[in-house]
């Protein structure tokens, strides 16, 4: 069964600093993988995803996301954290056994502290 | 195009009551899914609707039940309430693909039970 662990609950950066979100995944087939970024009181929106394309995914606000297979990880990144960027970030894997498709099975979240 | 929306956005109930969350899937998309995400929690897989039928289900008891109409919006009933059952009710919309699994997500049902 598909599964993904996200290391790290809270990460704290200063503005301008390097982001790095940690997920590692578990998946008996080639998985999809997904980044969410949830805001205060809202739902979840795409930042990237991976569907066996290039290793290297690159999303909205600057995110982008390596698929490294022989680490089974996909660790979030953007070079310069913006204070706009503190929020929930989960990552997700598509489970692509039983009866649904699109279902995702989500990691813990990483909030993402950004200090002045 | 228009995005994935839920209502109602906030609502208590005490226990025992029973409750009916509804949400409208984006335009062009034929799937519903629904998400329980407790405090501090990532989302958990409750169910699938396709074409109006239950299409796969996450491990959650039978008095959580939904429906999807012919125009694709659908409901999800929560009978029997339980405190355990605070938490925020996301919808998730997309087309039936294979290839992808994306999800397009609304802002969710925050239910409270009291």
């Known amino acids: 069964a598909q599964s993904v662990t996200q290391l790290g609950s809270h990460v704290s950066v200063s503005e301008g600093a390097l982001v790095l979100l940690r997920c590692n995944y578990s998946s008996s087939v080639p998985p999809y993988l997904f980044w969410y970024v949830q805001y205060p009181n809202q739902g979840l929106q795409l930042l990237l995803k991976y569907t066996s394309a290039a290793t290297l995914v690159k999303g909205i606000n600057g995110f982008e996301a390596e698929f490294k297979k022989s680490e089974t990880s996909f660790h979030l990144t953007k070079p310069s954290a913006h204070m706009s960027d503190a929020a929930e970030y989960f990552c997700a894997v598509s489970d692509q056994a039983g009866g649904a498709t699109n279902k995702l099975i989500f990691g813990t979240g990483t909030l993402l502290a950004v200090q002045p | 195009e228009t995005g994935v929306t839920q209502s109602p956005t906030h609502l208590i109930k005490t226990r025992g009551q029973q409750v009916t969350l509804r949400c409208s899937s984006q335009?062009?998309?034929?799937?519903v899914s629904w998400y329980q995400q407790a405090l501090g929690q990532g989302p958990q897989f409750i169910f699938q609707y396709y074409r109006e039928e239950e299409n796969g289900r996450g491990n959650f008891p039978p008095r959580f039940s939904g429906l999807q109409f012919p125009n694709y919006s659908s409901e999800l009933n929560v009978n029997a309430l339980e405190l355990d059952d605070s938490a925020l009710y996301l919808c998730a919309s997309s087309s039936l693909r294979v290839d992808t699994g994306e999800l397009f997500f609304g802002e969710g049902s925050r239910l409270t039970v009291l």
């Open positions: 335009s062009g998309h034929n799937t």
